[in-house]
């Protein structure tokens, strides 16, 4: 895994633009696979003033998002369909076709969960944007899932439901499930960018490099990636060597 360390976020953001300028510069129909948090939010702000500059074109991308809450509409300002058009969709020439999250409001969740990973097979994606949690997770893998596990429902743990409260009025609105993509898909990308910033991060991105790779700690399967990008603050790199 390669390792970059940032003094800030603003250059973290300003690195994990760099790599995402290269994937699309060389292939103009990327297929993009995203995710959501207050992390990748530097770097949607640096494509959306690159793309208004006369950059990058988004025409013919395609994207794909890690996960969804279950039970929010599109409309509701929490779902993440909501969040990825507010923080990037909507400021940028991208075909609001050809862009694709889980729907957290299907009649049939396991369907739902079908239907996705059928998609997942028709857009390899060329780049995986991921954040860490505080405990290892990507996306909503939390630890314990099986490395083989596709796109699935999870219950979200107390932890994650207290750490995404901040986004809600209540903690008592955070959704208490969601709909995930699992590490197999996150896997089959071929270039991966995870990025970490913060103190509270530390330990999770010291496992992630350094620790067995097991399923108690789901961002240790990167280690196992042939392409995959480390971008951390120099807080949460606090331990790496």
């Known amino acids: 895994m390669k390792v970059i360390i940032t003094k800030d976020y603003e250059e973290l953001s300003e690195k994990a633009f760099e790599i995402m300028a290269g994937v699309l510069k060389k292939k103009p129909d990327a297929v993009l696979g995203l995710a959501t948090g207050s992390t990748p939010v530097g770097l949607y702000k640096k494509m959306i ?12 991308v395609k994207t794909a998002n890690l996960d969804e809450y279950v039970g929010l509409t599109p409309d509701n300002d929490q779902s993440y369909r909501y ?51 505080a405990n290892g997770h990507i996306a909503f893998n939390e630890p314990g899932t099986p490395f083989d596990s596709e796109t699935h429902v999870v219950d979200l743990t107390e932890n994650t439901i207290k ?28 270039k ?39 971008i951390a603050d120099e807080a949460a790199a606090a331990y790496v060597k």
């Open 49 to 60: 003033e690159d793309c208004k500059n006369g950059g990058i074109s988004y025409k013919a």
């Open 192 to 230: 991966i960018l995870i990025l970490a910033v913060g103190a509270n991060k530390a330990d999770a991105v010291k496992g992630m490099l350094n620790g067995p790779v097991d399923p108690a700690l789901p961002a240790s399967i990167l280690q196992r990636h042939p392409d995959c990008t480390l």
């Open 83 to 133: 969040f990825m058009r507010h923080n990037l969709f909507d400021h940028i020439d991208i075909d609001l076709e050809n862009t694709n999250i889980e729907n957290g409001v299907a009649s049939d969740l396991q369907k739902e969960c079908e239907r996705y990973n059928a998609l997942l097979r028709t857009l390899p994606r060329d780049v995986q944007v991921l954040g860490i949690g």
């Open 163 to 190: 750490m995404n409260a901040r986004f809600f009025e209540n903690e008592k609105d955070v959704p208490r499930r969601a709909l995930t993509m699992g590490p197999k898909n996150i896997m089959e990308a071929k």
